[in-house]
């Protein structure tokens, strides 16, 4: 990770507190979510994410598109909008159509989701592409503090309109980061990333080059 980088994921040293008054304001609407269950499980979630992440990049090899699902299969839904994610940030596609790792964003990317607290549900998402329809995917608002640039953008009226949590089971666009989560049979897996959080990841990675 380049020095810019880490001076943009330092923690600021005052805390942000009309994010975190956003954050707890909230506490009354999510008491359908349980914050501090759903947080356990998102930690592990990360820690296996991360894992396969690793594993993937250790790779000389190339992979095909049904190889490179199967490989994230435990953390990542397959043909899911998240897999398709995979695939356009981490790898570089070959002329045959097979798969290599490469860093792009990654630790711009980890750090982002190293830091994320679940805030919030914003229902099942209303997936409106076949393809792409694998099953329900919950909407998981993620409250994220890395930094003061961060603050910056997701309080900026350019790109949330305003920055709020929305009501429980409703989902609002531009309005709060997430993340679309396969919340079956226990384990999570991540199903897709709103434009709300990759845009605040490009951001921080522009601003880190």
Not at 89 to 107: I, K, L, V, W
Not at 192 to 197: A, D, K, N, V
Request: with cysteine.
């Amino acid at each position: 990770m380049t020095a810019a980088a880490v001076r943009i994921l330092r923690l600021p040293a005052r805390l942000c507190l009309l994010c975190l008054s956003l954050l707890l304001a909230g506490n009354a609407m999510a008491q359908d979510f349980n914050r501090a269950a759903e947080l356990a499980r998102y930690r592990v979630w990360f820690k296996d994410f991360t894992a396969d992440l690793d594993a993937f990049a250790g790779m000389r090899g190339p992979l095909t598109e049904a190889q490179l699902d199967e490989r994230f299969s435990r953390t990542v839904v397959p043909g899911s909008r998240g897999a398709s994610f995979i695939r356009q940030s981490f790898t570089r596609r070959d002329q045959d159509g097979s798969y290599f790792p490469q860093a792009g964003s990654r630790a711009i990317f980890m750090g982002v989701l190293a830091s994320a607290i679940p805030a919030g549900q914003g229902g099942v998402y209303p997936e409106t592409t076949p393809t792409l329809d694998v099953g329900p995917l919950t909407v998981w608002y993620m409250h994220v503090d890395v930094g003061d640039m961060a603050n910056t953008y997701l309080l900026s009226p350019d790109h949330f309109t305003p920055y709020r949590l929305p009501p429980p089971g409703k989902l609002e666009r531009n309005a709060y980061p997430f993340l679309l989560m396969d919340t079956r049979e226990g384990a999570l897996r991540l199903g897709g990333i709103s434009s709300e959080l990759w845009g605040l990841i490009v951001y921080l990675h522009n601003a880190a080059l």
